[in-house]
């Protein structure tokens, strides 16, 4: 008897059909097709929070009609939209005592930080994070440019493309690093619905580069793979504050050209022992072909590097101890704040959102609330460490 077998490239492609009809089922759902996508407005104390101002004081500024008039909703509750806050921050900083108190970003001489967020292992939080940093940036007025490098486009869906369908003529950094007949990188920037928020969205089409660049090393043409990501980037460097680089889950060409560009590095973690042994074999991957990178010409000097240890469940002993582990072996490189596990973020990543975007009535408030004080310090941290690298301390 004979059995009859699947050819699994024709079942994985149905999978692959089927998959993506539903999903695009389900944005439609979420957002009609003629809808525009919108950041939501923000109470007047998040605003506040976010502009490092008191309450009272943006309501002196309303009722004195200087800058942008809130939505005043039910119960006098005033609501702003980040247009709003843009604004505020350009009035508030002509007064500032301090240069850099509302508009953080880059003075004079500073140097665009472009920031590479990198893990071998799936599952260890890593497009969250930068999401959360690229889009906190962002409300926190620096102007940054998202890049997503991974070729599943999770950073891209996050922020409303589904590549299969909003992709089909291209539009990813591949075309901007290709050897054959480049674009313009500002060809393939997109504005998203967050204010100060650009992102050049992935797909497939980057796998391209990894299968392009070892012809290019035969032909030995003078083109450098691993300067292609920073070239590109020097187009637009006058345009940005921040890159927050979005990395494939393995060692290939495009993690190691956006490691080039990178000026610094950031490496989440899940605190697992299984996660931490992987990275292990990671790190000595990165180390030994950055080395051979470094012989031939690259820049592997960096302004930081970080450890962030994500999915973090305080009551858990065993991650307690593989954080302490890292704590004591890598120092200052871990840092002090941590990403908790949480289903306010997992919960609104369903919907395609961040903790930033979703509305906070959706949540229990005691937890929507804790994982936003752990997204919001880990940030922080990453802030101080940018405004440092530009020679700034508290703000200076």
Not at 48 to 74: M, N, Q
Not at 137 to 156: E, F, H, R, T
Not at 258 to 286: I, N
Not at 302 to 327: A, I, K, S
Request: aromatic residues 8%.
């Amino acid at each position: 008897m004979t059995v009859e077998r699947d050819r699994i490239d024709f079942l994985v492609g149905d999978h692959a059909q089927k998959l993506s009809e539903r999903l695009q089922a389900h944005r439609a759902q979420l957002f009609p097709p003629d809808a525009k996508r919108e950041l939501r407005k923000f109470t007047s104390g998040e605003a506040a929070d976010l502009l490092g101002v008191k309450d009272a004081y943006l309501r002196k500024l309303h009722l004195d009609g200087r800058g942008p008039s809130p939505e005043v909703r039910t119960g006098g509750r005033r609501y702003y939209s980040p247009h709003d806050l843009q604004a505020l921050r350009d009035m508030l900083e002509v007064g500032a005592k301090a240069p850099g108190t509302y508009l953080p970003g880059r003075r004079g001489d500073d140097h665009l930080q472009v920031i590479t967020v990198i893990n071998f292992k799936g599952g260890s939080g890593k497009t969250t994070t930068a999401a959360h940093l690229a889009q906190k940036m962002a409300l926190d007025g620096y102007k940054v440019l998202a890049i997503d490098l991974d070729p599943q486009a999770s950073l891209s869906a996050l922020h409303g493309f589904q590549p299969e369908f909003d992709l089909l003529d291209g539009g990813t950094l591949y075309d901007a690093i290709r050897y054959d007949d480049p674009l313009p990188l500002r060809d393939v920037i997109q504005k998203t619905y967050f204010t100060n928020l650009d992102i050049v969205p992935g797909n497939l089409d980057l796998m391209e580069f990894e299968h392009d660049t070892p012809r290019a090393l035969l032909q030995r043409d003078g083109n450098l793979f691993f300067t292609r990501v920073g070239d590109a980037l020097s187009e637009v460097e006058q345009d940005y504050d921040v890159v927050v680089i979005d990395c494939p889950p393995q060692l290939g060409y495009l993690t190691m050209s956006a490691l080039s560009a990178a000026t610094a590095v950031l490496v989440t973690v899940h605190p697992q022992m299984l996660d931490v042994m992987s990275m292990c074999q990671f790190l000595l991957m990165v180390s030994n072909l950055l080395g051979v990178v470094s012989d031939a010409g690259g820049d592997m000097s960096y302004d930081w590097l970080r450890y962030v240890v994500t999915r973090y469940e305080p009551g858990d002993g065993p991650q307690n101890q593989m954080v302490g582990f890292m704590r004591n072996i890598f120092g200052e490189h871990v840092l002090n704040h941590t990403v908790l596990k949480s289903t306010a973020i997992s919960d609104a990543g369903i919907t395609k959102q961040t903790l930033y975007e979703v509305e906070k009535g959706q949540f229990t408030r005691a937890t929507y609330e804790r994982a936003l004080e752990s997204l919001n310090a880990v940030n922080g941290e990453i802030e101080g460490l940018i405004q440092a690298a530009w020679g700034r301390t508290d703000g200076a």
